[in-house]
């Protein structure tokens, strides 16, 4: 390789590199967790083969979703944004946005009559991810915003969610057993539900 090619070389892997922390930035993560750094030794009941395939995006492909669902502190939090930086190094739009924040911003919307131009916004993320559904409680109205979005990514967009509320109580976080099912016929249809079952990271790390 001669010294030319090598500065392009260099000069190009700059300017990706560029563009994935741009990318990352726009995602909004609250924290950098990779997936490399994910102790599966310690959620055993995690398949590490299955997360690995999830991290080729082939997902996405599919319009398939992913629903993680424990316990505070097993580590959904950590595997979504983990998906979503993979997403971005595949040159993915990926959102993650916590649950409680986006209904907020729906709520908002719709107060200002910008309701139906925010979702379009929204929908249009290859890659939504909603952290913490059900940690705060939703009422029935604002369950309803909840699946216009989700109804409106429906078989064209993929969702990644975390929550500690398995699905057959969605109907009473959501204070509607109709939007619920509603909401989980779109979500769950050419989904992967993945239920983590152990113990909590930060208890582990304060205990230790």
Known sequence: MNQYQKLVDKEIAYQQQ????????RARFPIIKLLSDFDYQFQPSINQQQIAEFATMSFLDNQENIVFIGSPGVGKTHL???????ACRQDVRTLFINCHE??????AAQGKQHLERVMRRY???DLLIID????LPISAEEAKLLFQLIN??????STIITTNVPLSSWGAV????ATAEAILD???????????????????????
């Open 18 to 25: 560029k563009s994935l922390k741009r990318r990352i930035k």
């Open 174 to 177: 959501l204070h509607s057993t």
């Open 123 to 125: 929908e249009r993320y």
């Open 80 to 86: 979504s944004i983990g998906l979503g930086i993979e």
């Open 186 to 208: 779109r979500l769950v249809y050419h989904s992967h539900v993945i239920k983590i079952k152990g113990k909590s990271y930060r208890l582990a790390s304060v205990n230790s």
């Open 132 to 135: 913490e559904l059900g940690y």
């Open 152 to 157: 409106g990514r429906y078989e064209r967009k």
């Open 102 to 107: 986006l209904i907020l911003r729906l709520k």
